[in-house]
């Protein structure tokens, strides 16, 4: 039987099933981005759309998108950034073999003014090595500080790495490779002052 483009599932949602290259089950018809359902970023449509040239015209047989660790960014005020495994995620993938460093503060930045957006940092680790499998961040700039981090992960970083990085002083970035104590030992160094009439607290972990 011949399939034509016109033969390609598509799903009730509008979704087109495609497998990890891109191929849908008709052959040589493709689809990638948004309509595959995977990823719905513009540079995950992109990078997917490159990689399949790659292997279609450019002889590189294997090469396809991975669609893990694709850092993300909601760009709310302050934003949220995130790169990997959720801690539930990790949890469900690696049971009780990950450790959570967590950080909690108000940037530098604000300490003279009569209020400031908190910042809250988390770490994700897995194994023995305490591989960083998630990076979440909310709080200002931190859409910025994402994208190197999110190399880091790519790459297999540990948190022996974070450790071994010495800190831009002062940053919010900092806190990310000067965690020391894992949840939930993680105890809460509160240095509260009055603002607003609210309690301002610094958590350091
Ligand atoms: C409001 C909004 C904000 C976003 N912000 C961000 C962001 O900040 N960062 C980010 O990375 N991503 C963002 N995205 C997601 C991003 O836009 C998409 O992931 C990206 O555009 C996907 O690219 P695509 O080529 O798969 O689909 P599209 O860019 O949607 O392109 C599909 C094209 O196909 C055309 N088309 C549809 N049906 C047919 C048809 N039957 N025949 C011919 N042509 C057809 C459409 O008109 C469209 O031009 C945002 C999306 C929205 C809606």
Redesign the pocket.
């Given at each position: 039987m011949n399939l034509h483009a016109a033969d390609v599932n598509l799903l009730p949602n509008g979704v087109i099933p495609v497998d990890e290259y891109e191929n849908t089950h008709v052959p040589d018809v493709y689809a990638?981005?948004?309509?595959t359902g995977k990823i719905?970023?513009?540079?995950?449509?992109i990078a997917a759309g490159r990689k399949l040239a790659d292997r279609l015209f450019n002889g590189k047989r294997d090469s396809k998108l991975e669609y893990d660790n694709v850092p993300s960014v909601v760009?709310s005020h302050p934003p949220v950034a995130a790169v990997g495994l959720t801690e539930a995620q990790a949890r469900e993938r690696y049971g009780d073999n990950i450790t959570v460093y967590k950080s909690q503060f108000t940037p530098m930045r604000y300490a003279l003014a009569l209020h400031g957006s908190t910042t809250a940092m988390k770490l994700a680790c897995a194994g023995p090595k305490k591989k960083i499998v998630g990076i979440h961040l909310i709080g200002d700039n931190t859409d910025e500080i994402l994208q190197g981090f999110a190399v880091t992960v790519k790459m297999g970083a540990t948190k022996a790495d974070f450790d071994n990085t010495i800190a831009i002083h002062p940053s919010s970035a900092e806190e990310l490779v000067t965690m020391k104590t894992p949840e939930p030992e993680c105890k809460t160094q509160s240095e509260p002052h009055e603002i607003d009439g609210g309690n301002e607290w610094r958590q350091v972990c």
């Open positions: 990638l981005g948004d309509v719905p970023l513009t540079p995950a449509a760009f």
